[in-house]
């Protein structure tokens, strides 16, 4: 009842040392996931002790998964290094990267998403995400573990506040998996990544899916939609009150003419057969009511 991330995910947290690798760590240990470890090449050797756990410290995502068996990596660097820690993940060959770290300049995420493209054997969310959650079996990244329990509705969005709204919305039915993919221009699960796993998922009966003005990405998950996807999908748009041609800061939205406009991505997805919400509450609604009649 899970995608990406299960109850097989042992997970290391790269600058598991800083403020907030270790604060979202101790988290993530007490949502139940299987936080086995962590990097700092200055602290290697060392231990740190989170959630009444001694973790090790390793100089290097490598020597961390031959250590520890970890297949999952939470990055919780700086801007400034977060390039090469997500490529040194993928170069170690790690099954999934979650990078939550916001800020990183456009070039090196570029640069970092070509590597891992390259490389083709790492799953990269993120950056600037709030990560994935597999409700009551594990957590890797920054989302809040009581807001939900696990149910049958997947859950993908670029936002990561209205990821915990609507997994509070839904929360008398419940979430397989919420991914928050991130608003960046350049970003590595996409919603057409993560429909396509929720489609081929027996446990998730439905999805609902948030994206955000700026951009084409919702128009072509609504065609990837339309294509592939039959189980019903609901969405939202955040934006329809954006003044038109102005920047907006989340996802570096650029909106001119009808182009990445949330009116133009909500006839996209309503031209798909996908049922649009005007505010997250709506959205949820709708769910409720098509989850009914399931």
């Given amino acids: 009842m899970a995608i990406f991330l299960d109850d097989k995910s042992?997970?290391?947290?790269?600058?598991?040392?800083?403020?907030?690798?270790?604060?979202?760590?101790?988290?993530?240990?007490?949502?139940?996931?299987?936080?086995?470890?962590?990097?700092?090449?200055?602290?290697?050797?060392?231990?740190?002790?989170?959630?009444?756990?001694e973790l090790p410290i390793f100089a290097t995502v490598k020597e961390?998964?031959?250590?520890?068996?970890?297949?999952?990596?939470?990055?919780?660097?700086?801007?400034?290094?977060?390039?090469?820690?997500?490529?040194?993940?993928a170069e170690a060959e790690i099954g999934l990267a979650v990078?939550?770290?916001?800020?990183?300049?456009?070039?090196?995420?570029?640069?970092?998403?070509?590597?891992?493209?390259?490389l083709g054997k790492t799953r990269l969310i993120g950056p600037n995400c709030p990560g994935i959650i597999t409700p009551e079996v594990s957590l890797a990244g920054i989302t809040p573990a009581n807001i939900t329990g696990k149910g049958p509705i997947g859950l993908v969005s670029k936002s990561g506040t209205l990821t915990y709204q609507m997994m509070y919305e839904l929360r008398e039915i419940g979430i397989s998996t919420a991914i928050g993919i991130g608003g960046d221009p350049v970003i590595g699960t996409t919603h057409i990544d993560a429909l396509e796993a929720f489609q081929n998922d027996p446990e998730t009966k439905a999805?609902?899916?948030?994206?955000?003005?700026?951009?084409?990405?919702?128009?072509?998950?609504?065609?990837?939609?339309?294509?592939?996807?039959?189980?019903?999908?609901?969405g939202y748009i955040a934006g329809f009150t954006a003044p038109e041609g102005k920047t907006m800061g989340h996802a570096?939205?650029?909106?001119?003419?009808?182009?990445?406009?949330a009116q133009a991505k909500k006839e996209a997805l309503e031209a798909a057969g996908v049922r649009v919400g005007t505010t997250p509450t709506e959205t949820a609604n709708i769910m409720k009511e098509i989850f009914a009649s399931l």
Avoid: C, W
Avoid at 252 to 261: K, L
């Fill in 10 to 53: 042992v997970i290391i947290v790269q600058g598991i040392t800083g403020s907030e690798g270790s604060k979202h760590a101790t988290r993530m240990l007490e949502a139940g996931a299987n936080v086995v470890g962590g990097t700092n090449p200055r602290k290697a050797g060392q231990t740190i002790e989170l959630a009444g756990k």
């Fill in 64 to 89: 961390a998964i031959e250590a520890t068996g970890a297949n999952v990596s939470v990055i919780f660097v700086p801007p400034a290094f977060a390039k090469d820690a997500i490529i040194e993940a």
């Fill in 99 to 118: 990078a939550i770290t916001e800020g990183i300049p456009v070039k090196d995420a570029a640069e970092a998403y070509t590597r891992v493209t390259e």
């Fill in 207 to 234: 999805i609902v899916m948030i994206g955000e003005i700026g951009g084409d990405a919702e128009e072509r998950a609504a065609d990837f939609i339309k294509a592939n996807v039959t189980k019903p999908v609901v």
């Fill in 252 to 261: 570096g939205a650029i909106v001119s003419g009808s182009a990445g406009t």
